[in-house]
């Protein structure tokens, strides 16, 4: 790191903790080079460090009582495991309450679906999604919300709540 090494222990566990602290003492922004070994090739990398991506659990949760299920921003691992865009539209739901409209009915919707579409409307962001509900669950005549997910291992569903219940 740097020219210099992180750790001399041989002990991988201690290596990849011992790396992890040298990577600590950087902010986002700093621009640091990586020593590595490729093909039996030492090389230097130059890298210019990032923050984070934000964690799920540390992004806001909204809670929909009417229909009964919570959702939120999505976050970085949420794409990455299904292999989907870094841009990605959509909400996470994050939680679907036991008995709550959203569950019932032959296509429910599941925690860990994202929401891309709401009544044929795309949602790009929490904000969008709730003020798209809210214009769904505000009409007069609402009788089923249909949403269009896209589930855990990546395929694209549809689930219908029923307004009536």
């Given amino acids: 790191l740097n020219g210099k090494p992180f750790t001399t222990s041989a002990v991988p566990s201690y290596m990849v903790q011992h790396f992890q602290r040298a990577l600590e003492k950087f902010n986002p922004g700093d621009k640091i080079t990586l020593g590595i070994l490729r093909d039996d090739q030492k090389m230097d990398v130059p890298v210019t460090l990032m923050s984070s991506p934000k964690n799920g659990a540390d992004l806001p949760h909204h809670f929909h009582e009417k229909v009964g299920?919570?959702?939120?921003?999505?976050?970085?691992a949420d794409t990455y495991v299904r292999k989907l865009p870094e841009d990605q539209p959509g909400v996470y739901v994050a939680i679907v309450n036991q008995g709550a409209p959203?569950?019932?009915?032959?296509t429910p919707l599941h925690a860990a679906d994202?929401?891309?579409?709401?009544?044929?409307?795309?949602?790009t962001s929490e904000k969008e999604f709730e003020d798209a509900l809210s214009k769904a669950l505000a009409a007069s005549d609402a009788k089923e919300l249909v949403f269009r997910v896209v589930r855990p291992d990546g395929q694209t569903a549809v689930a219908r709540i029923?307004?009536?219940?």
Wanted: hydrophobic share 45%.
């Fill in 114 to 123: 994202i929401i891309t579409r709401i009544n044929d409307q795309p949602v």
């Fill in 69 to 76: 299920f919570t959702t939120r921003d999505l976050a970085f």
């Fill in 162 to 165: 029923d307004l009536t219940k």
């Fill in 102 to 106: 959203a569950i019932l009915g032959q």
